[in-house]
């Protein structure tokens, strides 16, 4: 793929001794999407700072495309901050004209309308942001930022508080971007999103747990999620508490988390047989084990 546009090298920051990365390495590719998982606490958006200069690494070194971690952010760097960094009392153009302006152009207004069009502001461009909705809201964020065309984009839980169709819009922008050559760093909590991503990493206490494809992904961990699904078990019976074996809940039934090759999952196929309608018990894709690892250490499992 040619020159990272990202290469980080054993970066560490740490707050009042309290270490936020701990030797952080990782890269990302021209065109490739990088999806950042983890709770909260685990260093995601340390990170994404620390990367477009806003904080400075305690140690460790990073280029960003191909300029060294800790000075000026590059030019062709674009980055979303979890609220979208706009404001709310300016009107969608205004913001542009902003971003445009910060972004060093002394002619906006072209590439404003060119932005507008492209990405179907027009109902909107007189709004005030603070009036729009989450999915306008953080269209008018990315369009922002690709204003001046940036090479890398680092878009920090880019589809926080979305509805189902606003987060598949995004997505198709995220994905046509990287088609296009852009790399993309992205932190999430949403899980379902890896599969997504050309490559995902876990981080937990600033520390990379486990990175790769998805599929790879799965085999590093060791886990298996198993769907306990209301046809098999009533949402009212708890499943029993067996070692190895972590429970989730949601409207569709229960997930067991645990090692494939546990002598509990066989248990639990017998429980569900007793107290369901069915046998049916089924191993689920990678999807669902990341949702697991995402929770926030304080979820209740």
Known sequence: MGELSLDLRCLEKRFNGVPALNGLSMTVAPGEIYGLLGPNGAGKTTLLRIVCGVLGADRGEGWCLGSLLGGPAPARLGYVPQQGGLYDDLTVVENLDFYARAYGSSNPQPGIARTVAAHGLASIAQTRVGALSGGWRQRTALAAVLLHEPELVLLDEPTAGLDPEA?????????????????????????????????????????????????????????????????????AAAPPALNGIQYSQDSEGWRAVGVDESDAFPALADWCLDHGQSHDVMATRLVDALRWLSRSPGDTP
């Open 167 to 235: 987060r598949e819009e995004l997505w198709s922008r995220i994905r046509r971007l990287a088609t296009e050559g852009v790399a993309l760093l992205i932190t999430t909590h949403h899980a379902d999103e890896a599969e997504r991503c050309d490559r995902i990493g876990y981080l937990t206490a600033g520390r990379m747990r486990a990175e790769g494809s998805p599929h790879r992904f799965a085999a590093e961990l060791g886990l298996t999620v198993w769907h306990l699904p209301r046809q098999a078990v009533p949402m």
